[in-house]
Nanobody, 121 residues
Framework: QVQLVESGGGLVQPGGSLRLSCAAS????????MSWYRQAPGKQRELVAA???????NYADSVKGRFTISRDNARNTVYLQMSSLKPEDTAVYYC???????????????WGQGTQVTVSS
């Protein structure tokens, strides 16, 4: 019904930057909040940043001042600009979207397959 496809991950040196993108497609009527999560090896998945349909944002304390979440509603896309990256930011990053679909008319969360971000020298 709805597919989320992330892109933009890769290998970057400490202090570097990356921009992740996540595009939603399918039987979309409306997208509410969009979020980025990450999961490092051996750790639980954690919320990194979220943005509402009204562009209100919130961030994990560990990324405040370094990461910026934004969205393009015309393209059903959410972005995560990551700067001043640290080795502890290494993880698989997943996007999530709270979507109301057209057929069937339901509202639920959808997830992407994830993109690897590795911060290492």
């Amino acid at each position: 019904q709805v597919q989320l496809v992330e892109s933009g991950g890769g290998l970057v040196q400490p202090g570097g930057s990356l921009r992740l993108s996540c595009a939603a497609s399918g039987r979309i009527f409306s997208i509410y909040a969009m979020s980025w999560y990450r999961q490092a090896p051996g750790k639980q998945r954690e919320l990194v940043a979220a943005i509402t349909s009204g562009d209100s944002t919130n961030y994990a304390d560990s990324v405040k001042g370094r990461f910026t979440i934004s969205r393009d509603n015309a393209r059903n896309t959410v972005y995560l600009q990551m700067s001043s990256l640290k080795p502890e930011d290494t993880a698989v990053y997943y996007c999530s979207a709270d979507v109301r679909t057209t057929v069937p008319i339901i509202r639920r969360d959808y997830w992407g397959q994830g993109t690897q971000v590795t911060v290492s020298s």
